[in-house]
T-cell receptor
Framework: AQSVTQLGSHVSVSEGALVLLRCNYS??????LFWYVQYPNQGLQLLLKYTTGATLVKGINGFEAEFKKSETSFHLTKPSAHMSDAAEYFCAVSDPYGGSQGNLIFGKGTKLSVKP | GAVVSQHPSRVICKSGTSVKIECRSL??????MFWYRQFPKQSLMLMATSNEGSKATYEQGVEKDKFLINHASLTLSTLTVTSAHPEDSSFYIC?????????FGPGTRLTVT
């Protein structure tokens, strides 16, 4: 069965500092990988996704993530944090054999706080 | 990008009553929609997969008679929480599959008193 582990339920960084949110997955086959952001009392917004091809994926708002098969990881990074980045971030996987129709399995989420 | 709406955004109901939540894909047709539940400070848990024109597929542990799902058209799926109890209070989020990814609705906050 697939699972997603997000290390650190809460990450705090200073404005302008590097953001690193960790995500590891377990799957018998390389899955599709996603990062979503959720602002309070709102739904999820897709930041970026990896399906096939280039392992370094660039997303919206300056975020990027790198798929490392050998480490079964898909960590999310941003070079310089902005106050507006404060939110909850979810890593998710889906079964590639289910195609993009497959349901998503989410990690527990990481709350990012940005200090001025 | 594609837009998915949910209505209502927030609802308060009394214990024992039923509540219907609508999920609409506004600019695309979705043969598959998903319903998730999110408890405070927790992740999203898939409740069921809604397929247009057929019965929904429920995840283990989700009562299909309590959480009724209807996907009568390619742009609308509804979730009805029947005989709601305080423990059903939660944030319910739908998503619709369109193009090559899932698009999420803004969520519905249900409070059962």
């Amino acid at each position: 069965a697939q699972s997603v582990t997000q290390l650190g339920s809460h990450v705090s960084v200073s404005e302008g500092a590097l953001v690193l949110l960790r995500c590891n997955y377990s799957s018998s086959v390389p899955p599709y990988l996603f990062w979503y952001v959720q602002y309070p009392n709102q739904g999820l917004q897709l930041l970026l996704k990896y399906t096939t091809g280039a392992t370094l994926v660039k997303g919206i708002n300056g975020f990027e993530a790198e798929f490392k098969k050998s480490e079964t990881s898909f960590h999310l990074t941003k070079p310089s944090a902005h106050m507006s980045d404060a939110a909850e971030y979810f890593c998710a996987v889906s079964d590639p054999y289910g195609g993009s129709q497959g349901n998503l399995i989410f990690g527990k989420g990481t709350k990012l706080s940005v200090k001025p | 990008g594609a837009v998915v709406s949910q209505h209502p955004s927030r609802v308060i109901c009394k214990s024992g009553t039923s509540v219907k939540i609508e999920c609409r894909s506004l600019d695309f047709q979705a043969t598959t929609m998903f319903w998730y539940r999110q408890f405070p400070k927790q992740s999203l848990m898939l409740m069921a997969t809604s397929n247009e024109g057929s019965k929904a597929t429920y995840e283990q542990g989700v009562e299909k008679d309590k959480f009724l799902i209807n996907h009568a058209s390619l742009t609308l799926s509804t979730l009805t929480v029947t005989s709601a109890h305080p423990e059903d209070s939660s944030f319910y989020i739908c998503s619709a599959h369109g193009r090559d990814e899932q698009y999420f609705g803004p969520g519905t906050r249900l409070t059962v008193t």
